[in-house]
């Protein structure tokens, strides 16, 4: 990502006087090749603050692993077949899910609410299916 230092405002928030990144999104998390910005749809470059573009890279993963995750929940071949790629993703989520939980207020990009629901997801499709192992152990944290 290329920090710039243009006088202009994010596409996302707003915000103004910041620092400001042009949205380039490189690898998803399969390691796919991911570049919004090419598609004939994108015709303006966008620029994001340093939280929303964290936020888009968060977003761009949630999206990448929800639909591998659905393809995997219907039977059909999917890059989450491997456990040991299942597990890397659940903790992905679980991670992305703690980051937005504890960060700024409103979030513009990515719904906290939907990241919970899909590491929701994840869980029980790992108990169901013994997915989870490779000391991956879903410890329960009692709450006080
Ligand atoms: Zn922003």
Known sequence: M??????????SCGRSNVVLYKLSLGHDFFDRPYDRLTSPGDLFPR????????????QRDVRA????????????????????VFSRARLRIAEIDQSVKRGRGPHVILAPREVAHLLMELDSWAEEH???ENGVKNETVSKG
């Open 2 to 11: 290329e920090p710039s230092h243009e006088n202009g405002h994010c596409d």
């Open 47 to 58: 620029w994001y603050c340093e939280e929303c573009s964290r936020e888009k890279d968060f």
């Open 65 to 84: 692993i929800r639909e591998e995750f659905v393809k995997l929940r219907c039977g059909h071949s999917s890059l989450l077949d491997p456990p040991s």
């Open 130 to 132: 013994d997915a989870g």
